[in-house]
């Protein structure tokens, strides 16, 4: 299975007025994540469903992503493995369910950046980080024990340059 970890744009600031979990994007972080988008149709990103955090900022990168990507709504599933605090193992238990050849995701850090050292076997203090409205994507050699090689990681703003320069 080849995945893609996306981390979500930028958000709104937390506020007394509005919980974490309702935190939408601003109109710069749509704005970007709809260029890193671009990059991501250049890289052959092809995901059958896109996984996403119950959270407001990371379903409406999901929703972005899918939009981009030309997939329908339908394909956008809410997964309570990819809120900010779940155990990584989680997300993995979920996708050795599932029979999709590729599958995208979008949360949050830590979360996601601790997703990735666990696929390649690193600690998690030595693994790249994953920036907001950045990806990576790892083949998933095998679910058990877990192991997987990384194919690209990619900042923001080299996916949007990607999808500037080659569009």
């Given at each position: 299975?080849?995945?893609?970890?996306?981390?979500?744009?930028i958000?709104v600031?937390?506020?007394e007025?509005?919980?974490?979990?309702?935190r939408?994007?601003?109109k710069?972080?749509?704005?970007?994540?709809?260029?890193?988008v671009?990059?991501?149709?250049?890289?052959?990103?092809k995901?059958?469903?896109?996984?996403?955090?119950?959270?407001?900022?990371?379903?409406?990168?999901?929703?972005?992503?899918?939009?981009?990507?030309g997939?329908?709504?339908k394909?956008?599933?809410t997964?309570?493995?990819?809120?900010?605090?779940?155990?990584?193992?989680l997300?993995?238990?979920?996708?050795?369910?599932r029979?999709?050849?590729e599958?995208?995701?979008?949360?949050?850090?830590?979360q996601?950046?601790?997703?990735?050292?666990?696929?390649?076997?690193?600690?998690?203090?030595?693994?790249?980080?994953?920036?907001?409205?950045?990806?990576?994507?790892i083949?998933?050699?095998?679910?058990?024990?877990l192991r997987?090689?990384?194919?690209w990681?990619?900042?923001?703003?080299?996916?949007?340059?990607?999808?500037?320069?080659?569009?």
């Amino acid at each position: 299975m080849r995945l893609i970890l996306m981390r979500h744009g930028i958000a709104v600031e937390r506020s007394e007025e509005r919980s974490d979990s309702d935190r939408p994007l601003t109109k710069q972080g749509a704005a970007r994540v709809r260029k890193a988008v671009e990059g991501l149709r250049e890289l052959k990103v092809k995901p059958q469903v896109v996984l996403t955090s119950p959270y407001v900022r990371a379903r409406q990168t999901a929703e972005l992503v899918a939009q981009g990507l030309g997939l329908p709504p339908k394909r956008i599933e809410t997964s309570d493995a990819l809120l900010p605090e779940a155990e990584p193992s989680l997300l993995y238990h979920e996708l050795r369910e599932r029979d999709e050849t590729e599958v995208l995701c979008t949360g949050h850090a830590p979360q996601l950046d601790r997703a990735l050292a666990l696929a390649l076997g690193t600690p998690r203090s030595t693994a790249p980080q994953l920036k907001k409205a950045g990806a990576a994507s790892i083949e998933l050699l095998r679910s058990v024990p877990l192991r997987g090689r990384l194919i690209w990681l990619l900042e923001p703003s080299a996916l949007r340059r990607l999808g500037r320069t080659l569009s």
